[in-house]
């Protein structure tokens, strides 16, 4: 398996793997158009030909990214797909100088499993709420928000 930063031809597939667990709701779905925009945001994870998973790192502030739309295949959950990805974005985060990282996911054990903290929502700054506005469960957010320190935490992903 090959962790690699995402290009306009895998967005449907892309899309298509979001969709799958947005419509379990077990996260938000993504429209085309935001795939396109934000595709610089993302990584995707191939098994010879075939995208396997994916996963966005977006900046929010001179030290602190965004890690979401973390998606693996149906037939490819529980065989370390996830990790690779959020290692990548990880270390993507580290390179950029990011000093930390957040989530609002519906699976706060897994990435508590990988070295993040939960937080209060409240904690985060109102600069990362923009987006929340365009979600359709606002104002009923139902996600649990995490931070991973990079400058502290020693990275759990092996
Ligand atoms: C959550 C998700 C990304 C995990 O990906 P995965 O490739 O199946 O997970 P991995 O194989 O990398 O798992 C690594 C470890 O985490 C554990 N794990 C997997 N899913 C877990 C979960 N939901 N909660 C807690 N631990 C979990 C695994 O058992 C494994 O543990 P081990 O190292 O002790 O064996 C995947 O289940 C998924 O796509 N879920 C739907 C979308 C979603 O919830 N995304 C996250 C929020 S946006």
Redesign the pocket.
Known sequence: MKVIKARVKDVPKMKS?IEY?AK?N???ARSLSYLYENLRDYFVAFDGDEIV?CVSLHISWEDLAE??????APE???????????KAAIEEATDLGIQQLF?????P??????GFTVIHRDNLPMKVWGECIHCPKYPECDETALTYDIGQTKLNLS
């Open positions: 793997l667990h379990k077990k996260m938000l998973g890690v979401k739309s973390l998606a693996v490819r959950l529980g065989k370390g797909v996830g990790r690779e990805l959020l989530t609002l996911t519906l699976e054990e897994y990435f508590i499993k990988h």
